[in-house]
């Protein structure tokens, strides 16, 4: 694994650096697809790009038997996003966002939810659960909806209606009756004051 890694990093540290960047960046994804790519990087030919490193890079495996996506090794992208964080920190939760708009535009919102929450976005995040909230619960998809309302911040839960509320129903459902009625009356709670503070 050792050797492996500094085989990685030997490989990126001979780079051109718009190729360099463009697996940096890219790294944040689990799969790789033409549009995630160039939604990430900024890169309008990404596809080209990832091609031209599969010819001269052993650490890009396929997924889809079409070649339509691809992945990195698993070591090479830990060395990917090792180097990340060590040159463009700042540059991460942004990454992430692009990751997440792209996603949710284009029907894979479980995925756009992930990467709201690596950039710690939980607005966006939370606009993710709130918009699948409908449909989770008309197909009983309770544990799905319950997974992705705990991963918000907890204080969100009992104090927006468009999460408590179907966070509640869901507990419910799961058989989990006092926190459900914990969660409304939390949410009550919190109308009543934001009514007295909107009073004064």
């Known amino acids: ?24 960046t890219t790294s944040i994804l689990d799969r790789l697809t033409a ?3 160039a939604a990430v990087s900024g890169e309008e030919d990404a ?4 091609e031209e490193a599969e010819r001269t890079i052993l650490f890009i495996l396929p997924i889809a038997a079409d070649w339509t996506q691809r992945r990195y090794h ?7 996003q090792t180097r990340l964080a060590e040159e463009y920190p700042a540059e991460i939760p942004e990454l992430h966002r692009r990751a997440a708009a792209w996603y949710g535009a284009h029907g894979d919102d479980e995925t756009a939810l992930h990467h709201a ?6 607005d966006l995040a939370r606009a993710i659960v709130i918009r699948n909230a409908p449909l989770l619960l008309s197909r009983g998809e ?5 997974d992705w309302v705990e991963k918000l911040p907890e204080d969100q839960r009992d104090t927006d209606p468009g999460l408590c509320l179907p966070y509640a ?16 009356s939390h949410m009550e709670e919190w109308v009543e004051r934001a009514r007295a503070g909107d009073a004064e």
Do not use: K, V
């Open 47 to 50: 596809w080209a790009l990832l």
């Open 169 to 184: 129903w869901a507990l419910a459902q799961s058989g989990a009756l006092a926190e459900a009625e914990a969660h409304i």
């Open 35 to 37: 549009g995630a790519c």
């Open 142 to 146: 309770m544990r799905t909806l319950r």
């Open 1 to 24: 694994q050792q050797a492996q890694t500094f085989l990685a990093n030997e490989t990126l540290d001979c780079l051109p650096p718009r190729m360099r960047r463009f697996l940096l």
């Open 74 to 80: 698993a070591l090479f992208a830990q060395a990917l």
């Open 117 to 122: 929450l690596q950039a710690a976005d939980y």
